[in-house]
């Protein structure tokens, strides 16, 4: 795991930008930097390296091939590079090798198969940054799922690229006007998806794409449209033609187990101890018990505890602990702890982000880098395998919008948004508001994107708003439980969970792996009939199963917490003086962002206790507390 950060094109002193943006996110690679420059090509390169594999200077980056004609430079890992060496080697087309780091053999595969056929034989997280000599081309690639994040753009007559928004903030001519876009979707979601970032000259590259860039297209600021080499809506359109079938249950817990042991023995490739975080659910659990059973040694855990039992699941992650014999590690934090963490989110997320998950995450990371440099985590087994409750309540919705005839939805989603306007303001205004957006959504995507919002229309609270489309506005034929899935795995995975939890642990200089994720157990997923997902009315039915293969049942099968904190509470009593000063009227007026009237009204009625607007008011807090923490950068008016 590891930082990059890269300059094409007539910026002078190359190098001193490159060094300022690799000391801005040295946290991502404490353990060694480096630079390589094409100075006839204008192109420098620059890399933090968190030493995983390979630790000697064999392993240092950016990397030159062999034939010295293509240098880059790697942020994540590739679990599968050994056996990539191994076909290399059987065809005759690997060099002579300088050590054993995957960053190398990635190199050669680029060299005998080029650049797609590369990245669809390898399994990993990874952004990449490819530079031919030979060619003057750039391409940059990112992994399938979006675990490594990659942003991109134009600065004065410059192609620029880095691993993290902080390291080309600072590089001259730097446009640093948040894009209006991007907070209409920030105030929807809590998050600023794919491709956009909060700077409107600034964006992501896309999960599963790569970017080839020519020397006339970076002289035309022209960046070209991203290629596919995977795609996780492709992949579920194709799985579910090809559904799986099983002779009895037992088969297909059996065909579970084998692909995530796969996927998990696959992840565990390290030259440095790793860890597990183990919060006691389902997938932490399921995670951490195929680790140990193909682990000679006790399997190092983790987990936080909270003093109030709403919010704490340590002692339950302690008992998968002891039945399964991992060497545990608990930290219980305070409210106090908890607090301190806020003031320094928006330096970590370096754009705006609402997940107040992030909190307790960036705890658990904390506590574990003390202890190991890797960690594998459970991510992911809700959206592959249907967990979410809030699937089931959209579920109830949407029958009820289908029990009702075609021509009556529209007339009746009018009758019911008037009625809520004057049913006040509360549990009975808020059922009439969801059953106006589920009889007047065109179809499933659209309401879910309704269902899963927060400020229902951006327009209200950001000036300028702005929605562009995104995969919530593709109709579908797929059944309601199906698309939210899919949907959630497209977007929410992706653009909140995978960024949560890769800020927070990066910031402690640790690598998150996350085999649930992993492209073959995905596509397993999704050729998995749903009624192995969804039985009994409850989800993952078929992740239970296998887990209680291996913990006793009675040991996690219980309401999930989630991993939450009382924000509500928080905003009203330790963090309210701090909300008020973001939250102030005259601030929000000169800031030209937003419109102050709807936030400060949400704000007195959460004050009054009328109302629980948190999570609508968390993603307003946290872009404040991002404008103050670039002030200097942004140059904005302060009151």
Known sequence: MCGIVGIWGPLPDKQAVITGGCRRMRH????????????AAGLAL????????DLTPAGHQPMVSACGRYALVLNGEIYNHLELRATLEAQGHAPSWRGHSDTETLLAGFVAWGVQQ???ASTGMFAIALWDRQERTLSLMRDRMGEKPLYMGFVSGNFVFASELKALTA???FNNEPDRKALSLL?????????LSIYSGIRKLAPGSWIQLSEEQRQHGALPLPQHYWSAHEVAERSRKHGLSFASDGDAIDALEGVLTAAVKGQMISDVDLGAFLSGGIDSSIVVALMQKNNPQAVKTYSIGFSDPAYNEAEHAMAVARHLGTDHTELYVSADDALAVVPGLAGMYDEPFADSSQIPTVLVTRMASQHVKVVLSGDGGDELFGGYSRYF???RWWNKRESIPVALRTPLAAVARSASRLAGNGHKRDQLEKLAEVLGSQHSGKFYQQFVSYWKDPAEVVIGASLPSTAFDEPSDDGIFERMMLLDALTYLPDDILVKVDRAAMAASLETRVPMIDHDVFEFAQRLPLDYKIRD??????????LYRHVPQQMVDRPKKGFSVPLA????????DWAAVLLDSTRLRQQGLFHAEPIVRKWREHQSGQRDWSTHLWSILMTQAWLDHNKADLGMRRP
Do not use: C, F, M
């Open 46 to 53: 620059g890399h933090v390296r968190l030493a995983i594999l």
């Open 187 to 195: 105030v929807r979601h809590n998050y600023i998806p794919a491709p």
């Open 569 to 576: 509470a928080w905003l009203r009593g330790p963090l309210k």
């Open 28 to 39: 991502r690679g404490p353990d060694s930097e480096g630079y390589w420059e094409d100075q």
């Open 171 to 173: 590089i001259p001519g």
């Open 118 to 120: 590369t990245l669809q």
């Open 537 to 546: 009315g409850r989800g993952k039915w078929l992740l239970r199963q296998l």
């Open 393 to 395: 309540r959209a579920q």
